[in-house]
């Protein structure tokens, strides 16, 4: 049995590992813009075409990070927001058993960030998190894996074990 997906304009919650990921992330980033800003120039003296070009190349730097500053503060926003994962559908943040085609089980859990550390994570943007996403218990998905297509069954959908720490 397979279902569409639903689709859903808002970001869900995230995880605790994820938003301590985006926290360093976004310090990161602003300690790097303080850098980047500092370089820039602020007279109008004409100087070399080089350093016109420099002076370029700092400002779109600075463009792009205030940009994905911006990203980040919204994304960490809208999910402090947001309701726990559904168990009723998988979303990001939703742990997921999954029946593969060998018949082997694993229970995954669906995140934003990969992390090194945490094997039984699955990002939301990969083939299997992709496919996961938006489908019940007993929905059977078709994802793309480097040795071909896929299939696997969601047996249940529930909270992250470790979810109250």
């Given amino acids: 049995m397979s279902r569409e997906p639903e689709e859903s304009t808002e970001p869900g919650a995230i995880g605790t590992e994820a938003r301590r990921a985006l926290e ?26 080089a350093d016109q070009a420099d002076e370029l190349q700092r400002a779109t730097e600075l463009d792009r990070l205030d940009n994905r500053i911006e990203t980040l503060r919204t994304r960490l926003e809208r999910a402090s927001r947001a309701a726990p994962p559904s168990t009723d559908a998988v979303g ?3 742990t997921v ?25 699955v990002t939301a943007d990969s083939p299997l998190g992709r496919a996961l996403l938006g489908h019940r218990a007993g929905d059977s998905v078709a ?10 069954t ?3 959908l529930g909270e992250r074990p470790d979810a109250a720490r």
């Fill in 154 to 156: 969601v047996v249940s």
């Fill in 24 to 49: 360093r992330e976004l310090a990161d980033l602003r300690t790097e813009r303080e850098a980047v800003a500092s370089t820039l120039g602020g007279t109008d003296t004409a100087g070399d075409t």
């Fill in 143 to 152: 994802y793309d894996t480097p040795d071909g297509r896929a299939t696997a």
């Fill in 97 to 121: 058993e999954v029946r593969f085609a060998d018949g082997t089980t694993e229970t995954v859990q669906i995140g934003e960030i990969a992390a090194e550390s945490d094997l039984t994570l």
């Fill in 92 to 94: 990001v943040g939703s």
